[in-house]
């Protein structure tokens, strides 16, 4: 299976809830990032976690990391119709990223 | 800053024509682009990494005659696909990794390729 798999593949909310999103992978990492793409659209950097670090904060986006588990989640509190779009984790390692599968959120109104 | 472009967003071609999608970095130089391939409700393969006045690297799988890539400045890589198939239909996304940065990639906004 592929490096960074994401799990849940779909995720419904109402709006107002938090969304929490995981990420499992299998090497060892230098980084490990997340991204957003709305249907159709080229991705967009949210955050980034060295290998080093375990937590970050990004307004309302919180990311941790757990390398000895090999896994990392995104947080997305109070959650926005805006929000809805794929998330992708990707690893990176030699410079080279692979990315996920993705989780699909939808944000209802 | 870190704006990636991407031309054209949309292309229809027929099949046996050749396509060249260009990937620009607008206000930063980037040794370092990648090209990947999106298939529908699916994650981003990797095709290869393009580096500015070498040969890009391709990753296993992945045809170099078919997907000819150049970047041919730090601004500019192209990927051109030859003798395009219905098969080859897809959404191709560029990245640029900044000379200074770390290890952000900035993606463009993609490129949807039809071959009929």
């Known amino acids: 299976s592929q490096q960074g798999e994401e799990d849940p593949q779909a995720l419904s909310i109402q709006e107002g809830e938090n969304a929490t999103m995981n990420c499992s992978y299998k090497?060892?990492?230098?980084?490990l990032q997340w991204y957003r793409q709305n249907s159709g659209r080229g991705l967009v950097h949210l955050i980034l976690?060295?290998?080093?670090?375990r937590e970050k904060h990004s307004g309302r986006l919180r990311v941790t990391l757990d390398t000895s588990k090999k896994s990392s989640s995104l947080l997305i509190t109070a959650s926005r119709a805006a929000d809805t779009a794929s998330y992708f984790c990707?690893?990176?390692?030699?410079?080279?990223?692979?990315f996920g599968d993705g989780t699909t959120l939808t944000v209802k109104p | 800053g870190a704006v990636v472009s991407q031309h054209p967003s949309r292309v229809i071609c027929k099949s046996g024509t050749s396509v060249k999608i260009e990937c620009r970095s607008l206000?930063?130089?980037?040794?370092?682009m990648f090209w990947y391939r999106q298939f529908p409700k699916k994650s981003l393969m990797l095709m290869a990494t393009?580096?500015?006045?070498?040969?890009?690297?391709?990753e296993q799988g992945v045809e170099k005659d078919k997907f000819l890539i150049n970047h041919a400045s730090l601004t500019l890589s192209t990927l051109t696909v030859t003798s395009a198939h219905p098969e080859d239909s897809s959404f191709y996304i560029c990245?640029?990794?900044?000379?200074?940065?770390?290890?952000?990639?900035?993606f463009g906004p993609g490129t949807r390729l039809t071959v009929t």
């Open positions: 990245s640029a990794r900044t000379l200074t940065g770390g290890h952000e990639q900035y």
């Open positions: 090497t060892s990492i230098n980084n």
């Open positions: 976690i060295r290998s080093n670090e």
């Open positions: 990707a690893t990176v390692n030699a410079g080279k990223s692979t």
């Open positions: 206000d930063f130089q980037a040794t370092t």
């Open positions: 393009s580096n500015e006045g070498s040969k890009a690297t391709y």
